[in-house]
């Protein structure tokens, strides 16, 4: 069994990633994407994006965090993943499903995969670069408007070197709508000789049992299922951990303060609000106690209002 936290641009930094490792511990995390264009990316923009780089080793524990980029240029993907290795990645993923307009336009993310030849020169300009020690993967969606070429992109991630390969289960034009189509990530898996992790649509234990069953693979990714209940990988490991959400919205309010001071070091002080209030968003997915705590401070923008009122209402 292997969880990976998903990489989530603007929502999984440094201070989720620390939070996530502090309270459920997944076996493994992926970095918000750093853009790659024409040029040899400064060691700063790394350790802006990916601060862990500057400690011993990048990850927490025995949680390794591996470095994601979004580029179509072979070349300067590999001058980049090579650099990111040389400030301490331990692996490099390559991003090959952002739906974002910006990042389409210029041929990144998930317009690649109406090319799988971009895919295929993206993920060996890379390969070539990097010493073989280093893993190097790629994530997909199913396609851009639809699922035709799914296959044809696997293949050229496996045939660009990759070691694995990540499905997101939707094409570009679905989004993040449900369903995830798991059976997909099944076609997939027997059409590649490389190890597949399944990704899409994860937020309760039953659904990553039935997702390990459609998808029949072994190492499966969490993305917002996570970040809306951080105690998912533990109820998911352990049928006995607690699963009410009084009980673990106590249990998550240590972290909580941990998250707003992190939060608060990490980032500019006009910005601390909107950070917090988009995590109390998501988590009002699963807590409805993270609703009630929204609703208290959804009007104030001075980083410490917020803090009084989240002191206050966790009792700390
Ligand atoms: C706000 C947001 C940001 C994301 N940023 C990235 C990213 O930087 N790189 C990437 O490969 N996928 C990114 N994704 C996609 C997720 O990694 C994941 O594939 C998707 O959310 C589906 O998984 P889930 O249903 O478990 O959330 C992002 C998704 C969201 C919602």
Request: glycine share 8%.
């Amino acid at each position: 069994m292997q969880i990976v936290l998903a990489p989530m641009e603007g929502v999984v930094d440094a201070p989720m990633r620390r939070l996530q490792a502090a309270v459920g511990g997944p076996d493994a995390m992926v970095t918000e994407f750093v853009r790659v264009t024409e040029h040899l990316l400064p060691p700063k923009v790394f350790h802006r994006l990916v601060p862990e780089l500057q400690q011993e080793r990048c990850g927490y524990g025995e949680i390794p965090l591996t470095v994601q980029l979004l580029g179509s240029n072979p070349e300067t993907l590999g001058m980049n993943a090579v650099r990111a290795i040389e400030l301490g990645a331990p692996a490099i993923d390559l991003n090959f499903g952002c739906p974002a307009k910006t990042v389409n336009k210029s041929m990144g993310g998930a317009i690649m995969l109406k090319r799988p030849e971009t895919v295929f020169a993206a993920v060996k300009g890379v390969r070539d670069a990097v010493a073989t020690e280093y893993p190097v993967s790629g994530k997909m969606r199913l396609g851009y408007e639809d699922k035709t070429l799914a296959l044809e992109n696997a293949k050229a991630i496996e045939e660009g070197g990759a070691t694995y390969l990540t499905v997101h289960a939707r094409t570009k034009v679905e989004g993040y709508k449900p369903p995830a189509h798991w059976e997909w990530i099944a076609r997939i898996r027997e059409s590649v000789n490389i190890p597949v992790v399944a990704n899409g649509e994860i937020w309760t234990p039953e659904d990553y049992f039935k997702c390990r069953e459609v998808s029949g693979c072994e190492r499966i990714m969490i993305g917002r299922g996570l970040i809306a209940n951080p105690f998912l990988v533990e109820q998911i490991r352990d049928p006995d951990a607690p699963r009410d959400t009084a009980v673990n919205w106590q249990r998550l309010q240590p972290h909580l303060i941990e998250f707003f001071e992190d939060v608060r070091a990490t980032i500019e002080e006009r910005h601390v609000h909107g950070r917090i209030k988009q995590w109390l968003t998501m988590l009002g997915w699963h807590f409805p106690q993270a609703k009630e705590l929204f609703q208290l401070l959804r009007t104030e923008r001075d980083a410490q209002g917020v803090e009084a009122i989240l002191r206050d209402s966790l009792n700390t």
